[in-house]
Antibody, heavy 121, light 107 residues
Framework: QITLKESGPTLVKPTQTLTLTCTFS??????????VGWIRQPPGKALEWLAL???????RYSPSLQSRLTISKDTSKNQVVLAMTNMDPVDTGTYYC?????????????WGQGTMVTVSS | EIVLTQSPGTLSLSPGERATLSCRAS??????LAWYQQKPGQAPRLLIY???SRATGIPDRFSGSGSGTDFTLTISRLEPEDFAVYYC?????????FGGGTKVEIK
């Protein structure tokens, strides 16, 4: 059974760096075609694709946020970490991590429950 | 960056009716298009990938069609649990993007 769970601070101040951790189980990030992505959703608004870490260590970022994002993995802990610099109140929202597998292409078949992040001084 | 435009923004229908949701891409994404359902307070759930393939456990009243720039999600007969927000997502480029969503509400 594949599960993912996001963790990190619920409140960050403007200009700070947000670091979120996705801890997963039930799959290996070394398996061909597997990836873990991050997606966010401001309150009452649409989903926004942020970043994706691939099995072969390739990383992809949203062009509009690329300068602020870093995605990495800790294989020993089965974790994928997302760092976002220079946080602003508009970055407030729920942050999800999700799994993709080769059979679904780039679609995310399993999602974490999400973690709410508020940016405020 | 590929932009996805979903229409309509809101669809008001009764249980048992047919729902037709549209997703248009700013450039071709081939068949690299997925649909998700999201209910309040929940994470999205994958319904359709590859434009027309149903994900595991998804009822056959959900169907997807289209390729290139124009895609459709059809719910043949709405069940009470189908009233939710639906998002399309493209993964035809090196990065993904989501549409703005269509809310299917009870009329």
């Amino acid at each position: 059974q594949i599960t993912l769970k996001e963790s990190g601070p619920t409140l960050v101040k403007p200009t700070q760096t947000l670091t979120l951790t996705c801890t997963f189980s039930g799959f290996s990030l070394s398996t061909d075609g597997v990836g873990v992505g991050w997606i966010r959703q401001p309150p009452g608004k649409a989903l926004e694709w942020l970043a994706l870490f691939y099995w072969d260590d390739d990383r992809r970022y949203s062009p509009s946020l690329q300068s602020r994002l870093t995605i990495s993995k800790d294989t020993s802990k089965n974790q994928v970490v997302l760092a976002m610099t220079n946080m602003d109140p508009v970055d407030t929202g729920t942050y999800y991590c999700a799994h993709k597998v080769i059979t679904t292409g780039g679609a995310f078949d399993i999602w974490g429950q999400g973690t709410m992040v508020t940016v405020s001084s | 960056e590929i932009v996805l435009t979903q229409s309509p923004g809101t669809l008001s229908l009764s249980p048992g009716e047919r729902a037709t949701l549209s997703c248009r891409a700013s450039q071709s994404v081939s068949s690299y298009l997925a649909w998700y359902q999201q209910k309040p307070g929940q994470a999205p759930r994958l319904l359709i990938y590859g434009a027309s393939s149903r994900a595991t456990g998804i009822p056959d009243r959900f169907s997807g069609s289209g390729s290139g720039t124009d895609f459709t999600l059809t719910i043949s007969r709405l069940e009470p649990e189908d009233f939710a927000v639906y998002y399309c997502q493209q993964y035809g480029s090196s990065t993904g993007t989501f549409g703005g969503g269509t809310k299917v509400e009870i009329k």
